[in-house]
């Protein structure tokens, strides 16, 4: 990508003034004190005989000046743009920028279904509490509950109950405990997501649920995620923001320019941000009853918008990646920290797989391979173990059918080192033929895990819905761009004719609407 592009686009002259403005502003006092320091020794140069510098008031007045001049310059430099660049800001916030949610909305039934195929159909094979309803007419009633008419194939026949439950669940607004407790399933965190809209610089959800929600921060304790670890991953989530900072701030300020410019146009209060941002809404008969004219106008300033930002598709793709990726990768990383399955592939997608989609296949390889290194070796030690007929008195036991998911539990125990399990593990499976003396702190520990097993499935399927949810939050800001680009082409044919067409368009349009003094 054109850095040099990239940053004309995302940082303005404006930007320019209120950092100037910000350096004057903030070392003010300290050019102050050094010139009251320098006033002082030529003043103090009077006392040597046959020297004459300047009197006292010239002494006084020179710090005074200096400081005085650049903290006022400085206030005035940082003023003026974020008096012009908040007006903007502001307008696409009461433009609707904000609802761009309902475009994420829109397309839910997308989401359940990638939800099901990645997180929640696995809990369906093991029978989990997560797919289990309490009947309830009101929270859970009848038809929620009935196998009528399903097919006999039992994982479509829970696809088909789960989209169900799930559309349930989105369209009826309640407290999300009293959803989990009769729907069994947990959207909690994908109906946060829908609370931030597309290019909204309020479209943080994912990073609070990364680094706040209760469920995420128990697994990064268990996972031991330290210290160290937040260091080494500081530097890339800062760089993460500050992208969506300016990408996001950048598609507001044009949002607001385009508002104004097409509502005084057509003389209207129809054209709001998802008129903009809405990839079909430019075909929708309120905007051809605008004029003849409209649907070309609201056009142009879509192009126009996107060539100020992202100049070209591919190089939007890389710009939205430098703050998508990240957010990604984090989730990625954690979600192997404590998921064997997702390590050894037996999920038919693992970490490889997933770091390779999102550009990343040579990021930090070797702290991937040792992981699939160790669930495998962990795996065979469990297997050893449990098949040694030593622990058959568990209750479930893990090898039994009814027993899977107390299986997966004492596998993400073992993953994580909980309570010692690896060690305890590895002791038992050196010891030979003297077993007996480890039996009693292996057996323990297992049988405390699969008495948690209900907090591990909590945990898994939370991380694994908060690591999907990064995955589309990459592919709908993307596939966004592209239907946004695409709608444009005839007004700007991308790659075939200069988008400088779209800005020549725009400027003749606000130029008319100067001339006839139209307002808002």
């Not at 009935?146 to 006999?152: A, I, T, V």
Request: neutral net charge.
């Amino acid at each position: 990508m054109n850095w040099l592009s990239a940053a004309y686009r995302l940082f303005s002259v404006m930007d320019a003034l209120y950092l100037a403005g910000n350096f004057l502003y903030r070392r003010s006092l300290r050019y102050t004190l050094a010139t009251a320091v320098v006033s002082l020794l030529g003043y103090l140069g009077n006392f040597i005989p046959g020297v004459r510098t300047y009197d006292a008031q010239v002494a006084i007045f020179m710090p005074l000046c200096v400081g005085g001049g650049m903290l006022t310059g400085g206030l005035l430099l940082k003023l003026l743009p974020s008096l012009f660049k908040s007006r903007l800001l502001n307008v696409a916030q009461a433009a609707d920028l904000d609802l761009m949610e309902n475009y994420r909305k829109w397309n839910q039934d997308k989401h359940l279904e990638a939800l099901w195929d990645r997180v929640y159909r696995f809990e369906w094979e093991l029978g989990t509490a997560l797919v289990r309803l309490r009947s309830h007419a009101e929270e859970c009633p009848p038809e929620l509950c009935s196998d009528e008419g399903l097919p006999d194939d039992p994982m479509e026949r829970g696809r088909i109950k789960f989209l169900r439950w799930g559309r349930f669940a989105l369209a009826r607004p309640q407290p999300e405990p009293r959803q989990r407790y009769y729907l069994g399933i947990d959207l909690r965190f994908l109906e946060d997501w829908y609370n931030g809209g597309y290019f909204d610089p309020n479209d943080v959800k994912l990073y609070e649920q990364q680094s706040a929600a209760l469920p995420i921060e128990r697994v990064r304790d268990l996972a031991g995620y330290h210290l160290w670890d937040v260091l080494a991953d500081l530097p890339m989530k800062i760089s993460s923001k500050i992208w969506f900072r300016l990408i996001t701030r950048a598609v507001a300020m044009r949002v607001g320019e385009a508002v104004i410019c097409l509502n005084r146009t057509f003389r209207t209060d129809y054209f709001n941000a998802q008129a903009l941002l809405w990839p079909e809404e430019a075909d929708e008969p309120w905007v051809t009853e605008m004029g003849t004219n409209a649907r070309e106008t609201l056009l142009r300033e879509r192009a126009r918008l996107l060539n100020r930002v992202f100049g070209s598709l591919e190089e939007g793709r890389r710009m939205l990646d430098h703050f998508l990726v990240p957010l990604f990768w984090a989730a990625t990383d954690l979600r192997a920290r404590f998921d064997p399955e997702y390590v050894d592939g037996s999920l038919g997608y693992d970490v490889w797989s997933d770091l390779k989609w999102a550009g990343f296949g040579n990021f930090r390889p070797m702290r991937f391979v040792r992981l699939m290194q160790r669930a495998a070796r962990d795996r065979k030690q469990l297997m050893d173990c449990l098949e040694s007929g030593e622990f058959s008195e568990l209750d479930p036991n893990p090898l039994t059918k009814e027993g899977r998911e107390a299986f997966r539990a004492v596998r993400i125990a073992l993953h994580v080192n909980w309570q010692g399990l690896r060690n305890k593990l590895a002791r038992w499976h050196r010891a030979g033929e003297r077993h007996a003396r480890y039996h009693e702190d292996l057996y323990t520990v297992f049988k405390q895990a699969i008495s948690c097993r209900s907090q591990f499935t909590t945990y898994l399927v939370a991380l694994r819905t908060h690591h999907e949810l990064c995955r589309l939050h990459r592919i709908t800001y993307q596939e966004l761009l592209e239907d946004l680009f695409e709608t444009c082409s005839e007004v700007a044919p991308w790659g075939a004719k200069s988008i400088e067409l779209a800005s020549n368009e725009r400027n003749r349009y606000c130029a008319e609407v100067a001339e006839k003094e139209v307002r808002l």
